[in-house]
């Protein structure tokens, strides 16, 4: 299974970006997706999570309300929509799959990571 994330960038804090992840090596929809982020200078976080057949999601608090996970899987694709960024929420930010249907918020059960991508948003 191979995970290649894209769509980060420097943006000013209230505007907004979209994450993709692009899955490849597996049966997409056989995994749950889940996208995680590492601020500078802290631990990896849990942010969103998403079934296999997409119909259940959970977010972090942090990110409930501003953030939208989603999945397209006949382009084996999960996304992040990300509005009202704000500052705190920069970080790298990495995709990850789990084989079944939900997606736990433990990073340390998932086999399966992408290389990430930073986000950086400005003040």
């Known amino acids: 299974v191979e995970l290649v994330e894209s769509g980060g960038g420097l943006v000013q804090a209230g505007n907004s970006l979209r994450l993709s992840c692009v899955f490849s090596g597996g049966a997409f929809s056989a995994y749950a997706m889940t996208w995680f982020r590492q601020p500078p200078g802290k631990e990896r976080e849990f942010v969103a999570t998403?079934?296999?057949?997409?119909?259940?999601?959970r977010y972090a608090p942090s990110v409930e309300g501003r953030f939208t996970i989603s999945r397209a899987n006949r382009k084996n694709t999960v996304y992040l929509q990300m509005n009202s960024l704000q500052p705190d929420d920069t970080a790298v930010y990495s995709c990850?799959?789990?084989?079944?249907?939900?997606?736990?918020?433990?990073?340390?059960?998932?086999?399966?990571w992408g290389q990430g991508t930073q986000v950086t948003v400005s003040s």
């Open positions: 990850a799959a789990r084989l079944g249907y939900h997606g736990p918020s433990r990073w340390g059960e998932y086999g399966y």
């Open positions: 998403i079934s296999s057949g997409g119909d259940s999601e």
